[in-house]
T-cell receptor, first 112, second 115 residues
Framework: GDSVTQMEGPVTLSEEAFLTINCTYT??????LFWYVQYPGEGLQLLLK?????DKGSNKGFEATYRKETTSFHLEKGSVQVSDSAVYFC???????????FGAGTRLAVHP | NAGVTQTPKFQVLKTGQSMTLQCAQD?????MSWYRQDPGMGLRLIHY???????DQGEVPNGYNVSRSTTEDFPLRLLSAAPSQTSVYFC????FGQGYTDTQYFGPGTRLTVL
């Protein structure tokens, strides 16, 4: 079945460092891909998405490119801030209404 | 818009007790769903609904019941709580307008502990 695999955390960075969180997927078709972010004590919020191969999603300085050849959707940010500290979830959806598949989540901690 | 709201925020139950987690949305979304979040396992789908009167099972439905009498509300019932149901529960909703590429909107969550 479909699945999403993320790099394990926690990821600890200093402010202004470069961030990469790896995400790969397996799917029978051509899924849409998402990154959600969960700030402490809150629900999940959509960060960015891409619906077809080679699409680049971007928001708040974060970017991710849908790579069909490597079945990946890695999240990147050039210069992280303390306020980016959160848990990041990669997710895929394909086919029917309910097939939103989440990765396990990666916790990011950014220190001043 | 309030978005997706959930009550209560925290709940402690004893094994065997029953309770209902409430979820409401004011965006007139047709699709609503319940997830549970456990450490190292991401979010797993419990039940979902594609409209009033229509519900179906997700990945981990055992021990949970749902109903959808209105577009706005989608309560999740635990009939006989078990320690394995200790988790954080999220309700989500989205519109069907553009199919499965649409954004899901999540509530703030309910943290449930079963002793």
């Amino acid at each position: 079945g479909d699945s999403v695999t993320q790099m394990e955390g926690p990821v600890t960075l200093s402010e202004e460092a470069f961030l990469t969180i790896n995400c790969t997927y397996t799917a029978t078709g051509y899924p849409s891909l998402f990154w959600y972010v969960q700030y402490p004590g809150e629900g999940l919020q959509l960060l960015l998405k891409a619906t077809k191969a080679d699409d680049k999603g971007s928001n708040k300085g974060f970017e991710a490119t849908y790579r069909k050849e490597t079945t990946s959707f890695h999240l990147e940010k050039g210069s992280v801030q303390v306020s980016d500290s959160a848990v990041y979830f990669c997710a895929s959806v394909s086919g029917g209404y309910n097939k939103l598949i989440f990765g396990a989540g990666t916790r990011l901690a950014v220190h001043p | 818009n309030a978005g997706v709201t959930q009550t209560p925020k925290f709940q402690v139950l004893k094994t065997g007790q029953s309770m209902t987690l409430q979820c409401a949305q004011d965006m007139n979304h047709e699709y609503m769903s319940w997830y549970r979040q456990d450490p190292g396992m991401g979010l797993r789908l419990i039940h979902y609904s594609v409209g009033a009167g229509i519900t179906d099972q997700g990945e981990v439905p055992n021990g949970y019941n749902v109903s959808r009498s209105t577009t706005e509300d989608f309560p999740l019932r635990l009939l006989s709580a078990a320690p394995s149901q200790t988790s954080v529960y999220f309700c989500a909703s989205r519109d069907f307008g553009q199919g499965y590429t649409d954004t899901q909107y999540f509530g703030p969550g309910t943290r449930l502990t079963v002793l």
